[in-house]
């Protein structure tokens, strides 16, 4: 019964360095030895690093892509959602997760973080994005120093 | 293999007729026997009767939902996406189909018709909306006067 | 003050007849003269025609986009917004609204007047779509047989 | 002529403190008397405080809404933008400016300017978000020290 399991979003960029490579496909084999389905923008980098580690596993990865074709979807991506709304579909990434686990990325994944915390979803980092307002520290970011420990965390914290 | 599968949409009204939840029920049913997996917008009425129809014979159903929620999706929705974009989810649930299939419907479903021809998604109808501009008949709806027939039409016409 | 002005879109195809094109700019001069603002999708066609209308007369134009960049505006808009979601700004074209006039058009347009009857906004028709549904007139859309008769309905019941 | 005129996103959050009030409704007062016209979410807190300072030097406010209506806009709104898209409607605030004023905010601000530093839109920060990226600062953010030179930051950098 997949509507029992746990659905967690991958977020990072599309141009991930090697090690964020690395740690994106052992999150993704991870969630899926887990049992839980994962959610991401359906892109290359980070995302199909996620869906190929996720793949390898025999897990199932929803991919909710900004343009108006499934085509541009990674190969590893098996539901490929369609929006054609650009970068609004950002929101629909993090809205659908139970919590949400972010790998290095750039300003398009901080609005990512932002739209999750903004809506109450748990956002664990690894190698990524760190906050202050006003000059103090906001924490809201659980931080965790690997793949393993980012998606204990996340099953954990998910909502 | 998910991503070898049709992804075909179920459209209509939250509030069907009698007829309308039967048809959709058989639509769903029909859909998942030949092994496509059914989208639809994931609220009541005949997404709901298409969603239970594609269950009980162990179909997959995607709700692409408006709110902010995965609460409001249907029972039988396996795959809520969250959209928070409220009825621009419309767009998203027809260019994220192969064919669409309308069962009946309001002004919503003729929103969902509108947006699927105009991305040149066929679109499959059963007592639903028919169309002319201009004082000429429309006739890009595929008419259909049964779900067996609807189905049929649907996976043979998806692009 | 521009906020008691009435709110009234126009809605048609980027490639109209030129009867059309003489319709769109005519509703544009006259919503000018009675002092209503006019919303429109910002692009070329009959969005051009009714903006050029109405900068003729002094009117206020405000187009709302679908892509990322106001160049994309016609060149008669005066407040172009850059919404970045597509097709899904149709949406925001008629929901700014307080009634709309739809001008020949498309499946795209078609869209709009979906989405205004949706919503209960009053639609405003010359030479454009018309609807049955499961065999039945709907008589929803307001027929106009001139841009004069066009505008004034579009005034009178304005929401 | 409006087409001439710059447009300048002020963002901030619902509950803003008074001090972040009076900035706001300072940055209104400034941008209007410059000429510029001001975007914004059309709500409460620091939208409404820059919008009545705009007002009140008899400047041009343009709301984009999350909702469904335009009832839901400050008072001081001459144009609202009614999108239906919820928090998806913040990208349309940044994009449609060609420089964004951050003042305080909470996540749904740091949306904000993640998309716009994402889009190339130039941000200057009051009192709000300052960003590192896996351990080291970033400053993309253009601090200003008062509502003033906020304003000049934002029309020399403005795109």
Known sequence: MIN???????????????????????VGRELAKRGALLV?????????????GASL???????????????????????????GIGYARNL???KSAQAVIAIGGNYGTLSEISHALQGGIPVIG??????SRNGQQDNSITIAQ????????????AI
Chains 1, 2, 3, 4 share one sequence.
């Open 92 to 94: 629909a990434v993090v």
């Open 40 to 52: 991401c923008g359906g892109l290359g980098g980070v995302m199909e690093a996620a869906c190929r």
């Open 57 to 83: 596993e025999g897990g199932v990865t929803i991919g909710i892509l900004p343009g108006e074709s499934r085509q541009a979807a990674n190969p590893y991506v098996q539901v490929p959602i369609v929006t």
């Open 4 to 26: 029992k399991k746990r659905f967690i979003a991958v977020i990072g960029g599309s141009q991930p360095s090697p090690q964020e490579v690395q740690f994106a496909e052992e």
């Open 126 to 131: 690894l190698n990524t994005w760190s906050l």
């Open 146 to 157: 690997s793949p393993a420990e980012a998606v204990n965390k996340a099953l954990s914290l």
